[in-house]
């Protein structure tokens, strides 16, 4: 099995712990009403939104993507940090094991923050994945999520 570790960073020009908390806490209730063309739904199906905890996104008709099932790893408020796994979905089903996304919300002296992300994908047997298009492609879409998140909180400041 072989490994590709990619590392990003994504500039939000919203507060750490905001971002945090929409990201990471209060993904069931805000992504699907921030990205409604993208996201169906987000719901917890097993455990209590820590540790060992599954996530399914059901995304919006029409996508590559329909589902996908995440399980919480680590989550730390007080530092801001949150970590999960895809573990499953209807892509890639036969050239990765899993993806491991490890984030880090840190501020910016302007008052917004930085998501530092390292991903780190498991490749099953000698399947071939293009480190490239991984990086181009998931790179934009996440910088896309993170830039609805932040038009989002502009402009419903008291939220």
Known sequence: ?????????????????????AYCLET????????PEHIK????????????????????????????????E????????????LIEANVWKDAVEKVTYDHKFVPTPEGGS?????????????ADINKDQIKDVYGKKTAGLFKA???YFLANPDV
């Open 1 to 21: 099995m072989g490994v590709i570790t990619l590392e990003n960073e994504f500039a939000v020009a919203v507060a750490p712990a905001k971002l945090f908390k």
């Open 28 to 35: 069931d209730t805000l992504l699907p009403k921030i990205l």
């Open 41 to 72: 739904s987000s719901e917890i199906i097993e455990g209590n939104g820590g540790p060992g905890t599954i996530r399914k996104i059901t995304f919006a008709e029409g996508k590559d993507l329909s589902y996908a099932k995440q399980k919480i």
């Open 74 to 85: 680590a989550i730390d408020k007080e530092n801001l940090t949150y970590s999960f796994s």
């Open 114 to 126: 930085i998501c530092k992300r390292t991903s780190t994908y498991y490749i099953k047997g000698d």
């Open 149 to 151: 998140v932040e038009a």
